[in-house]
């Protein structure tokens, strides 16, 4: 019985591994491959060219202003959607009466659509828009303005879009990890005389571990991957002042870079890698078991 079961695993887990080397593995491999040649729409034949491609990364403006950028607006989120998450998750843990509503309110945001997003935005964030107002309306006008244009604080301004719209999903994840803490600590701590601040860092953020670790893990790889919110909000511009990897490899594909955005796209495969595995290991070495 205990051999036909194992056969019975192996039966399901060769398939299994079969479809993810068709679909994912050998796609990746071909696109290491291509990112050493000259792979370009206007030629047929296609040159191997080494590390052409990835000096040129590392020597082209827009490409390390995208890298930056992408850099900012990963430690930006990663930090903002956290500790925004722990402090909603945290209020919203108490016995309020509205609760379960403030709850839905902070949430719902992560469930709408990025284009949604920019529609409100947009207008917001111009230099006539509501938000200007509202700071000229407390006599705050010196704190004005051009979010979308201003090429020194836009990569922030969408940084900060995202962290509006994504700290509810975080949140939730907090709240189940909190909810999964026995009360029976806290009240151990209260007896001991230990107040709310010394019961938060020495019973919640232990215990908490494995719900930041998920945490940090979707944020940092989300903040690297950027795309979206910047394409929808300010299409990389103004000029290239807000361009991140994700649309420097749509741009390079759109004008027939293929291996040049190829290049970028397994740059982008390995920064997230590099620093995602390490510090998974490390955090997950610093959980603790109730």
């Known amino acids: 019985m205990k051999i036909s079961k194992k056969l ?95 709850r839905a309110i902070f949430y719902s945001p992560s469930i709408l659509s990025v284009l949604v997003i920019s529609i409100v935005f947009t207008p917001m964030l111009r230099s006539d828009g509501t938000i200007n107002r509202i700071f000229e309306a407390v006599g705050l006008p010196s704190l004005s303005q051009a979010w979308l244009t201003n090429p020194a604080i836009v990569i922030w301004t969408v940084a900060f879009v995202s962290i509006w719209q994504h700290t509810g999903f975080q949140m939730a994840i907090y709240l189940a990890g909190l909810q999964s803490i026995s009360k029976e600590y806290y009240e151990a701590a209260t007896i001991d005389g230990a107040g709310s601040w010394r019961s938060f860092r020495s019973i919640t953020i232990p215990l908490l571990l494995p719900a930041i670790n998920i945490n940090l893990m979707l944020t940092l790889i989300g903040g690297l991957k950027v795309f979206s919110e910047v394409f929808v909000l300010t299409g990389g511009g103004p000029g290239n002042a807000s361009q991140v990897v994700g649309t420097i490899i749509l741009r390079s594909f759109g004008e027939g870079s293929w291996g040049l955005g190829t290049a970028v796209n397994t740059l982008l495969f390995a920064a997230v890698t590099i620093i995602a595995i390490p510090l998974l290991i490390f955090m997950r070495r610093k959980e603790v078991s109730e």
């Open 8 to 102: 019975y695993s192996y039966y399901l887990i060769w398939p299994a591994l079969l479809i993810y080397s068709i679909f994912f593995v050998l796609p990746a491999l071909a696109g290491l491959y291509y990112s050493f040649t000259d792979w370009r729409l206007d030629r047929e034949a296609i040159k191997f060219i080494g590390w052409d491609n990835f000096e040129r990364i590392f020597t082209d403006r827009t490409l390390l202003l995208a890298i930056k950028n992408t850099a900012i607006f990963a430690v930006v989120t990663v930090i903002g959607k956290n500790l925004l998450g722990i402090a909603l998750a945290v209020g919203l843990n108490m016995r309020l009466k509205t609760r379960n509503l403030l």
